[in-house]
């Protein structure tokens, strides 16, 4: 027993996903087109898919962001989550790896709820503020470059509705942010990670999921 989060080994992880990962057969297929990637550790946890879809579900999420999108395993994961009418805003830079979701996207019947945006993010966001979007979202997912985060994050919370949520992930930067910064990366991390703990903008909760990600939800 234990009143902290439990450090899974593997035998108790593939217990968790055995015991509760409910995956639709095209996310199961793209994570498996996925893994021989040589970037496959960009790609989120299944569980961390399924946990961000119910998310998207109890908060009947309508219009929602995210900044990263890889090879499109949490785009899927969200956008069969979404309502016939929900729609995405996905950001990314690399049209290579988006690439290899989007079939997968097709075959799950979900690609009209997913507008690519091949563009840097801070530039797509910036251009959706203009366009008077503020307070229009109900939810993003942070899953990029970790030095523009709080650059994101600013954005995704102007975009936010208040009770609107943003997801923020690697939080926790495999253990490194514990320890004095060796890179930008890191930096970057602890010091939004900083920042979010004060700030009176949000509630939140940093969760012990993956890599780490928090959950802020706008005032
Ligand atoms: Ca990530």
Same mark, same amino acid.
């Given at each position: 027993?234990?009143?902290?989060?439990?450090?899974?080994?593997?035998?108790?992880? #593939?217990?968790?996903?055995?015991?509760?990962?409910?995956?639709?057969?095209?996310?199961?297929?793209?994570?498996?087109?996925?893994?021989? #990637?040589?970037?496959?550790?960009?790609?989120?946890?299944?569980?961390?898919?399924?946990?961000?879809?119910?998310?998207?579900?109890?908060?009947?999420?309508?219009?929602?962001?995210?900044?990263?999108?890889?090879? *499109?395993?949490?785009?899927?994961?969200?956008?069969?989550?979404?309502?016939?009418?929900?729609?995405?805003?996905?950001?990314?830079?690399?049209?290579?790896?988006?690439?290899?979701?989007?079939?997968?996207?097709?075959?799950?019947?979900?690609?009209?709820?997913?507008?690519?945006?091949?563009?840097?993010?801070?530039?797509?966001?910036?251009? #959706?503020?203009?366009? *008077?979007?503020?307070?229009?979202?109900?939810?993003?997912?942070?899953?990029?470059?970790?030095?523009?985060? =709080?650059?994101?994050?600013?954005?995704?919370?102007?975009?936010?509705?208040?009770? *609107?949520?943003?997801?923020?992930?690697?939080?926790?930067? *495999?253990? =490194?942010?514990?320890?004095?910064?060796?890179?930008?990366?890191?930096?970057?991390?602890?010091?939004?990670?900083?920042?979010? #703990?004060? =700030?009176?903008?949000?509630?939140?909760?940093?969760?012990?999921?993956?890599?780490?990600?928090?959950?802020?939800?706008?005032?």
């Amino acid at each position: 027993m234990s009143n902290r989060s439990l450090n899974l080994d593997d035998t108790l992880y #593939h217990y968790l996903l055995g015991h509760s990962l409910r995956e639709h057969p095209c996310q199961t297929a793209l994570r498996a087109a996925t893994a021989s #990637h040589p970037r496959a550790r960009m790609q989120i946890a299944p569980e961390q898919g399924q946990f961000m879809a119910l998310l998207v579900k109890l908060l009947g999420v309508k219009r929602a962001i995210e900044v990263g999108v890889f090879t *499109g395993y949490s785009a899927l994961s969200v956008a069969l989550a979404l309502p016939a009418d929900g729609r995405l805003l996905a950001c990314d830079i690399s049209e290579e790896f988006t690439a290899l979701g989007l079939p997968y996207w097709r075959e799950a019947g979900v690609a009209d709820k997913i507008e690519l945006k091949l563009a840097p993010a801070l530039q797509t966001l910036d251009e #959706h503020l203009a366009k *008077g979007e503020a307070g229009s979202y109900d939810f993003a997912f942070i899953d990029a470059d970790k030095v523009s985060y =709080d650059g994101y994050y600013e954005r995704c919370l102007s975009l936010l509705r208040p009770g *609107g949520l943003v997801l923020i992930d690697n939080v926790l930067w *495999g253990g =490194d942010v514990a320890r004095p910064a060796q890179d930008a990366d890191t930096a970057a991390l602890q010091a939004l990670n900083a920042k979010l #703990h004060r =700030d009176e903008r949000v509630d939140l909760s940093m969760l012990p999921l993956a890599d780490g990600l928090t959950l802020v939800r706008k005032r």
